[in-house]
Every structure is written in structure tokens, then in C-alpha cells.
T-cell receptor, first 114, second 113 residues
């Protein structure tokens, strides 16, 4: 099945710094999603990307759908303490019996020091 | 904002016992999913459900697992005879049609003793 490689595994940054994380896949996805997970909670959708090359922002967050459809990145600008959490990328195929199933990356643990 | 709700938040069960995890998806959603997350690992797909039948399942979703939508609002995951390795967070998700993103519940932590 599809495998997503997400990097880095963890990041320790100072408040105010920018953050970048990315996911690469061995195969194509039609949709890329970025979720954030806080301890004891479910993944919360941050950004959804539907088209190759698409660049989408949500406040201080910006994500891009790679041209090859095999990668995506997420940037967080001017980090704040509440950005702490685990960030997951997820890829979704479309059509056929795989429609809707999400394949997740391993997650990036973000720690922000005030 | 509408949300996916899951109960219970924590379930402790003896190995070999049956367990049912419950989910109430967002009301106008048509596609339903179960995922699991073993502690410290990534989220893994278990099963998708649409039009009252399973549309896809993973290798994890063996004969011990079943899903049901018994009425217009609930979506359940049953594990018939639990094993120690079933201990994990189980997340329910749902979405509308047309490739819209999935929304997740806060999960049920299943602990098998």
C-alpha cells in the first residue's frame, strides 16, 4: 500500500520562529490534508489541498500540493505556544474502492518554547 | 460547529471480551470511517462504510471486527474477542460526498487487560 514519509519527526523551536514540515509519497494522491492532534483528542483538519500546485493558507499556516502529486509541505509562520502538538499529513485517493481512505504520515511533534 | 462524537472516551476490557465502540457522525454526512492509533504511532485506516455497506477495509480489519449503522445516527465498531494488541485509540470520522475532507471524533481509548 501507499507509504507516506513525514519529516522531521520532531521540532523544538522558539516562539516567533517559522516552521516547515513535509510529506513525500511513493505514489500519487489526489488530495492532501494536514491535521493537528492535541493530546487525548482526535485529529483536527487544518488545510485541505485538492489540486497539484495548489497553495492554500489558513491564518499563519500555508500548505502546498506538490506538482508531482507525491508531496506536500506545511509552513507555520511566527509560531506561538498553542501551536504545540502533533501535525499529520494525510493523502487521499479518489475513485474506485479507495475513495476516501486516508493514509497518514508518521507525524511531526512540534514543541514551542516561549 | 457540528462534530463527530464518540463514546465512551475510555473503555477497559478483559482480553477475550467483546467491545462495542460508538460514534455519532455529523448528521448530513454519508461516508463513515474507523481508524486506530496505537500509542506513539501514526493513525491507521481500518474500514470505510457507505450506503450501509463496507466499501473498503484494511488488513487490520479481520473477522474479529465488524461495523454497523443500526439507525440513522449511530455508527459502531465491534471487536468480538479482544486481544492485547487491540489496545489503541480508535477514531471515527465522517464526511459528505464529493471528496470533502473527513472530520474526526476525539476517539475512544481502548485498554485490553
Amino acid at each position: 500500500g501507499q507509504q507516506l514519509n513525514q519529516s522531521p519527526q520532531s521540532m523544538f523551536i522558539q516562539e516567533g520562529e517559522d516552521v516547515s514540515m513535509n510529506c513525500t509519497s511513493s505514489s500519487i494522491f489526489n488530495t492532501w490534508l494536514w491535521y493537528k492532534q492535541d493530546p487525548g483528542e482526535g485529529p483536527v483538519l487544518l488545510i485541505a489541498l485538492y489540486k497539484a500546485g495548489e497553495l492554500t493558507s489558513n491564518g499563519r499556516l500555508t500548505a502546498q500540493f506538490g506538482i508531482t502529486r507525491k508531496d506536500s509541505f506545511l509552513n507555520i509562520s511566527a509560531s506561538i505556544p498553542s501551536d504545540v502538538g502533533i501535525y499529520f499529513c494525510a493523502g487521499q485517493l479518489g475513485g474506485g474502492t479507495s475513495y476516501g481512505k486516508l493514509t497518514f504520515g508518521q507525524g511531526t511533534i512540534l514543541t514551542v518554547h516561549p | 460547529e457540528p462534530e463527530v462524537t464518540q463514546t465512551p472516551s475510555h473503555q477497559v476490557t478483559q482480553m477475550g471480551q467483546e467491545v462495542i465502540l460508538r460514534c455519532v457522525p455529523i448528521s448530513n454526512h454519508l461516508y463513515f470511517y474507523w481508524y486506530r492509533q496505537i500509542l506513539g504511532q501514526k493513525v491507521e485506516f481500518l474500514v470505510s462504510f457507505y450506503n450501509n455497506e463496507i466499501s473498503e477495509k484494511s488488513e487490520i480489519f479481520d473477522d474479529q471486527f465488524s461495523v454497523e449503522r443500526p439507525d440513522g445516527s449511530n455508527f459502531t465498531l465491534k471487536i468480538r474477542s479482544t486481544k492485547l494488541e487491540d489496545s489503541a485509540m480508535y477514531f471515527c470520522a465522517s464526511r459528505t460526498a464529493g471528496g470533502q475532507p473527513q472530520h474526526f471524533g476525539d476517539g475512544t481509548r481502548l485498554s485490553i487487560l
